[in-house]
């Protein structure tokens, strides 16, 4: 390294130190997971019984990436573990997120860093993250894995089909414990290994989803340049996430790379977090074809509750989606993917997912098929894919 770049990386760290210092971590997460007032729904107590006795279960959160505890309330953000619990969530899967692509020549200095460089040295995160995606991924489990054990038992790692059983049992009980599942979004974490797939399941990691906001080595991305199909790494890694009990999502994966994933696997997939074309249109959201391809091969949508998911910002948007999902693709492949924390803009919080349970009332659906949606389809999902 040459003394020009040692003296922009001192500068670098320098600049990074003092927005650490000032709050900036804060500043950003305020800026990109706003709670934007004024789209509340109204919950009758009808709707408040089904939800309080419904088994509530979330595929999609990166709420563990952000700079704040979250075994205590916040006063940012979306999503924490009381907030959880006054949702009545049973179940949250916690995504890790490990790449956001530069700005174009934003990076000629350093062109190994993302936009997510300058975050996660000002928040500070172990130096081994700084230029690891593997690395990033591992230090974002090893938070959960602390917030669970300074939870007190508030928050329980879900890893295995019996500690889904358990969970499930104690939430019939009464007891207000949340199960927590790790999912990676993006291969790229993998860093062109297929053995590190098996060091994230050492991990903890249950999900996984081949692909983010760019292009990678397993596949192209839904918002990537070259949007291609699978690599023979991303074949070879679905076939080892199938063996180990893996779920395997598309939610980011492009058309190619989708289709070519539903003629390689063998087990039913998700797609954790999204939307609809017929509803809102828009390059993440699935046309009626595609839902019913993957409604054929027994996979599971989430519908996501951020303005390009659902074209509003309101619970009733949210469950003007799932309505058309249950027409489409039949109650039984319908889930909530919120992607709280996501760097997106949403009326409610996951203190209010209530307001979901209301909204889907509203919409005509029976009670039958808003506890699936809810969460009996992902639990069912999990139970038939976890080891």
Known sequence: MGRRRILVGAGLALGLAITARWGVPGWVEAQHCPVVAGHSVAVAPVAARIHADAFVADLHADSIFWDRDLVERGRRGQADLPRFSDGRVALQVFSTVTHVPPDPGTWRIAPSMDRMTPLIV????????????????????????????????????????????????????????????????????????????????????????????????????????????????????????????????????????????????????????????????????????????????????????????????????????????????????VALGSDFDGGVRTGFDAAGMAQVTQAMLDQGLDETTIRLVLGANTARFLRDTLP
């Open 122 to 333: 000002a928040s500070g995160w172990p130096p081994r993250t700084w230029r690891s995606r593997l690395e990033r991924a591992l230090f974002q489990a090893e938070r959960l894995h602390a917030t669970a054990a300074r939870s007190k038992g508030g928050l329980v790692l879900i890893r295995l089909a019996e500690e889904l059983d358990r969970l499930i049992e104690r939430r019939a009980r009464g007891d207000a414990v949340i199960g927590g599942l790790l999912a990676v979004e993006g291969l790229q974490a993998i860093e062109g290994r297929i053995e590190n797939v098996d060091r994230l399941f050492e991990a903890g990691f249950r999900m996984m989803g081949l692909t983010h906001l760019a292009d990678n080595e397993l596949a192209g991305s839904r918002s990537g340049a070259a949007r291609g199909g699978l690599s023979p790494l991303g074949r070879a890694a679905i076939e080892r996430m199938e063996r180990l009990g893996i779920v395997v999502d598309l939610a980011h994966a492009s058309d190619a790379a989708l289709s070519e994933a539903l003629e390689l696997a063998r087990r039913p997939f998700v797609i954790s977090h999204g939307g609809a074309q017929t509803i809102c249109p828009g390059p993440r959201n699935l046309s009626d074809a595609w839902i019913e391809r993957i409604a054929e091969r027994g996979g599971l949508i989430g519908v996501g509750f951020w303005e390009a998911a659902v074209c509003g910002l309101s619970a009733r948007d949210v469950a003007r989606t799932i309505a058309h999902l249950v027409r489409v693709a039949g109650p039984d492949h």
